[in-house]
């Protein structure tokens, strides 16, 4: 069985990512990141997706990207109350948070031998990540092939695959269930609550894809005011 590394966050967006992997027929090979964040709920979240699907080895890599600070995920800044029409970047951006995970799962899957890389993201109902666009990954598949031994020597190309990136949110919360994803298990909430704040961009999106898919969110949010 090929393998594929698969960045999971414990997200919505990356639990239906790893569900068209495991679709795909490949063996899953999870990577997720303690960097800081405010909250650890979304590892946690992680963890139970990972069991779900019997992987053989979940990694959790730990590095202190809370050290760089920059946004209100790894520093003392206060999360912004959802705008779906914002047009700026938001302060909840991670600084290169993307370029840093998916070279750890370049590394990662040189050493185990995994073909691919699955990365969960949108660059369509998205709070305007500039990591999340196709440009981004476009460009990490070059710098990919110019960086490992696998590339230049063995001639073995690492292939990103980023299968919801023009999707929209409630086309991925369909192909979520229509894959029997487990979006039961998952959390999208910024605060890291046990119940998912629901004011949050993160929430708003979340509830705005379930709700255009005809479909409940099978989480816990908080009581709106």
């Known amino acids: 069985m090929e393998k594929a590394v698969v960045l999971l966050s414990g997200g919505l967006d990356s639990t239906v990512c790893m569900s068209v992997a495991q679709k795909q027929g490949y063996g899953l090979y999870p990577i997720s990141f303690l960097y800081g964040q405010r909250h650890s709920r979304e590892i946690e979240c992680a963890k139970k997706v990972a069991e779900y699907y019997q992987v053989k080895k979940h990694l959790i890599i730990t590095t202190n990207m809370d050290s760089i600070g920059g946004s209100a995920l790894t520093a003392n800044i206060d999360v912004p ?126 509830l705005k894809g379930f709700k255009e898919a005809g479909l409940k969110d099978p989480i816990s949010y908080e009581e709106l005011l």
């Open 81 to 206: 109350e959802g705008d779906e029409n914002r047009s700026e970047i938001p302060v909840t951006y991670v600084p290169a948070r993307n370029l840093i995970f998916l070279s750890y799962a370049l590394g990662y899957a040189e050493v185990i031998g995994a073909e691919k890389i699955f990365i969960g993201v949108n660059a369509v109902d998205y709070s305007g990540y500039p990591d999340c666009r196709s440009e981004f990954i476009e460009r990490f598949q070059q710098l990919a092939d110019y960086s490992t031994k696998a590339a230049t020597q063995d001639k073995r190309e690492i292939k990103i695959e980023a299968p919801l990136l023009n999707l929209t949110k409630a086309e991925i919360v369909k192909l979520g269930v229509a894959n029997k994803a487990p979006l039961e298990l998952t959390t999208s909430c910024y605060r890291g609550g046990e119940k998912a704040c629901g004011r949050c961009d993160s929430c708003l999106l979340r």
